[in-house]
C-alpha cells in the first residue's frame, strides 16, 4: 500500500466554490486536484493499492481509496467535483465515523496530526528538499510508505512539529524542487522500478 498525505492549507471547507476558479477562490485546488490525480491515474486505469488523504485546513480529511475508487478521470475540474461532494457531506461525518459521499471516498472530522496517526502504520516520509536522497535509502527503506506533501505553502511550525515526532524519513526525490503532484509522479516511477533497478 502506498499512501499520500496532502495538505490543502487554503481550501474551503464550505462546498459553495466555483469549479471554474480553482485556483483562486477554491485556494489553490487545482494543484492539489493534480496532486490526488496523480496518486491514482495511469494510461488506462487507477492503482487499486493507493489511499490518498486531503487534510482540509486541518480540519476535515478527504480519503480517497483506489480499491473502490469510481469516476476519476485524468482532468482538475472531475477531481474538483469529487471533492466539493465530499464537503457537501461533511456534516455527515460523526466523531470517528466518516461520511461516504461516494464509492471509494470518506469524509473524517480529523485535521492533519490525527490523520498521520492514522495511516502511520507504515513508513513515514516527509518529502523535502533537505532531506536525504532517496536512491541512497533504497525501496527497502520504505516498506507501505505514507508521503506527506504540502500544497503551494511550506508546512506550517504546528505541521512541522507534528511531522518531528511522526516522520521516519526525510528524503529529497532529485536536485530541483517539484511541485507536489510531480513529487507523486517520480516517487511512484521510483517505487515502480524498484529504485529505478526493474523496467
Known amino acids: 500500500m502506498r499512501q499520500f498525505v496532502c495538505i490543502g492549507h487554503d481550501v474551503p471547507t464550505d462546498p459553495d466554490f466555483s469549479l471554474d476558479d480553482l485556483a483562486g477562490g477554491a485556494g489553490r485546488l487545482d494543484a492539489l486536484c493534480r496532486s490526488i490525480t496523480a496518486s491514482f491515474v495511469t494510461s488506462h486505469g487507477i492503482r487499486e493499492d493507493v489511499r490518498t488523504h486531503l487534510v482540509v485546513r486541518d480540519e476535515l480529511t478527504i480519503t480517497f481509496d483506489g480499491s473502490e475508487l469510481r469516476r476519476l478521470n485524468p482532468d482538475e475540474r472531475s477531481t474538483a467535483a469529487l471533492v466539493r461532494t465530499a464537503l457537501e457531506h461533511r456534516d455527515e461525518a460523526i466523531g470517528a465515523l466518516p461520511a461516504e459521499p461516494s464509492p471509494g471516498i470518506e469524509v473524517y472530522r480529523r485535521g492533519f496530526e490525527e490523520t498521520l496517526e492514522e495511516v502511520a502504520d507504515g513508513t513515514v516520509v516527509q518529502l523535502h528538499e533537505d532531506g536525504k536522497a532517496v536512491v541512497d535509502v533504497g ?14 505553502r511550506d508546512f506550517t511550525d504546528a505541521e512541522e512539529r507534528v511531522l518531528e515526532d511522526a516522520v521516519d524519513r526525510r528524503l529529497r526525490l532529485g536536485p530541483e524542487l517539484l511541485h507536489a503532484d510531480q513529487a507523486i509522479t517520480v516517487a511512484h516511477h521510483y517505487l515502480d522500478t524498484e529504485g529505478y533497478e526493474r523496467f
Open 139 to 152: 525501496v527497502d527503506g520504505l516498506e507501505d510508505p505514507v508521503f506527506v506533501l504540502s500544497d503551494h
